[in-house]
């Protein structure tokens, strides 16, 4: 599968953004996909994961700003991101696998495809 990550742009602290993830493939709905990111001289960390359509898992720093949704119709995975602060600039990657239930899903090295990744830049 292949993802095209998009929506990322800046904003002030407080605002909001959408990101979206558009992935080929006719199994889209197979996958648990998920959003990373990677801010500057920092690691790339989980955000949010939307498991087998059934769940959603959330790192504690996003829990309640963020949303992650996915549209089977359109292959199509979003972060919809509130409240945003600062401490939120990076760039962020959207993540595929298919669907695991070994009960891990936090772990970058667990997604084998990747798109691209969209900055996201939040001013104080």
């Known amino acids: 599968v292949q993802l095209q990550a998009s929506g990322g742009g800046l904003v002030q602290a407080g605002g909001s953004l959408r990101l979206s993830c558009a992935a080929s493939?006719?199994?889209?709905?197979?996958?648990?996909m998920a959003w990373f990111r990677q801010a500057p001289g920092k690691e790339r960390e989980f955000v949010a994961v939307?498991?087998?359509?059934?769940?959603?898992y959330y790192s504690d720093s996003v829990k309640g700003r963020f949303t992650i949704s996915r549209d089977n119709t359109k292959n199509t995975v979003y972060l919809q991101m509130i409240s945003l602060k600062p401490e939120d600039t990076a760039v962020y990657y959207c993540?595929?696998?298919?669907?695991?239930?070994?009960?891990?899903?936090?772990?970058?090295?667990?997604?084998?495809?990747w798109g691209q990744g969209t900055l996201v830049t939040v001013s104080s």
């Open positions: 493939g006719r199994t889209f709905s197979s996958y648990d």
């Open positions: 939307e498991w087998s359509g059934v769940t959603t």
């Open positions: 993540a595929a696998r298919i669907t695991d239930y070994s009960g891990s899903y936090s772990s970058d090295n667990e997604y084998p495809y």
